[in-house]
């Protein structure tokens, strides 16, 4: 499905927004000066009013989810003190600090066994005893106990990791790793690109040219993956704008993204929470919209939108419905990464609640593979369960 979008410029109260709204009607890119516009407007109804027109044409109702598990193999990692921003990292000897043994990682991944469970998402530290041959033999280990489960597994920035303690190529980890299982990649790790955020949240992390670089070497390799910003913390809007601008131009080169996923920075159990005395305050429900829906507008050739419930709240995805998000995170099962640094929401989800938070939102609800392939969807629930809070 792919119609030009209804644009209604009566609903638009804020004048800026209206050649905005002209060029989103006609199915024109929008400029990065645009996208300030859109960062810096009061008006969050108009904005959304568009995202949602895109996000219509592309998906009509139908708001999908995949089945998935999330494992954290190590939380050991040689950027403990650096990235300030992060509450899961640990360093070898801390207290708290973890590195799974395989047969840990397939214990922790046998509940795929009785469960739905249709993708792993594998993410964990830059550790330097988890090298190339630690996660061959741990893909190896999942796809023969669980032959159908997709591998969606490693940031940019831990095959970066493994190339640098490997000596190889980001190509050679990447065709090692897939020949192992690997299927697709996550798309942690960006942050935010620009280098003057990066000195303070982040200054000895992959960058954001290598970040793309990584990306880029496995869309030529076809491994498909998706892409994130980390929002919220010091950035201005014209470094939101600059990152966007680089997904954007990586994606008219290589068509490589399947999704964009805004990921909201959590002040809590972090130093950089700390020094900006934000503890105890996340993101604002307001911010959490206009990000989601300016990705809508501004990467006009992705065709996935994706709302993160764990970061923003399940209450706020069900509402980023209406302002351009077409998927959201799925099951999940135990997620660990962002309950360290004060995530209050569930640590994963059941079928029966992800359908009554879609179908809330007047929506239409469909499991997908890792593809974003629609791969079953769903009677329409009895009345007095569309109506029910998620
Ligand atoms: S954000 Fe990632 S790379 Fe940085 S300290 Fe945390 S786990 Fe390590």
């Known amino acids: 499905m792919s119609a030009m979008p209804t644009i209604h410029l009566d609903r638009l109260r804020d004048g800026a927004l209206h050649p905005i709204g002209e060029k989103v009607r006609r199915g024109e890119r929008l400029s990065a000066v645009d996208a300030i516009t859109l960062f810096r407007t009061p008006d969050l109804l108009g904005v959304g009013h568009l995202a949602d027109a895109v996000n219509r044409a592309k998906h009509g109702d139908v708001v999908t989810f995949a089945s998935n598990q999330h494992i954290n193999p190590t939380n050991v990692c040689v950027l403990r003190k650096t990235c300030v921003f992060c509450g899961y990292a640990r360093l070898p000897k801390e207290e708290g600090a973890y590195r799974y043994s395989i047969e840990q990682v397939l214990a922790e991944a046998a509940q795929a066994s009785d469960s739905m469970t249709r993708e792993f998402h594998i993410v964990g530290g830059l550790d330097m005893q988890a090298g190339l041959g630690y996660y061959t033999t741990m893909f190896r280990a999942l796809k023969a106990a669980h032959p159908l489960v997709h591998i969606k597994a490693l940031t940019a920035v831990e095959i970066a990791h493994i190339g640098r303690i490997e000596k190889m190529s980001w190509t050679d980890v990447l065709i090692a790793l897939r020949e192992a299982g690997l299927d697709t990649m996550p798309g942690g790790g960006a942050e935010t690109f620009s280098a003057a955020v990066r000195d303070v949240i982040a200054d000895r992390k992959l960058g954001g040219a290598d970040y793309i670089g990584v990306h880029r070497a496995a869309h030529a390799l076809g491994i498909r993956s998706n892409c994130t910003m980390l929002y919220g913390h010091v950035e201005t809007i014209e470094d939101r704008v600059e990152h966007l601008t680089m997904l954007r131009d990586l994606q008219d080169e290589t068509g490589g993204f399947l999704a ?74 135990r997620e660990k990464i962002y309950h360290a640094v004060g995530a209050q929401t569930q640590q994963g989800m059941s079928l029966q609640e992800l359908l009554r938070l879609i179908r809330g939102a007047g929506k239409e609800p469909a499991e997908r593979d890792s593809f974003y392939r629609v791969i079953r969807t769903f009677e329409a629930a009895p009345a007095a369960v569309v109506g029910a809070a998620a």
């Open 260 to 333: 964009y996923i805004p990921l909201a920075y959590h002040p809590d159990d972090n130093a950089l929470g700390v020094t900006l005395g934000r503890q105890g305050t996340s993101t604002t429900g307001f911010d959490d919209l206009r990000n989601l829906a300016v990705g809508r507008l501004y990467l006009d050739n992705f065709q996935h939108i994706k709302s993160h419930w764990i970061m923003v709240s399940t209450a706020l995805t069900q509402i980023a419905l209406a302002f351009g998000v077409n998927d959201i995170e799925g099951t999940v099962v």
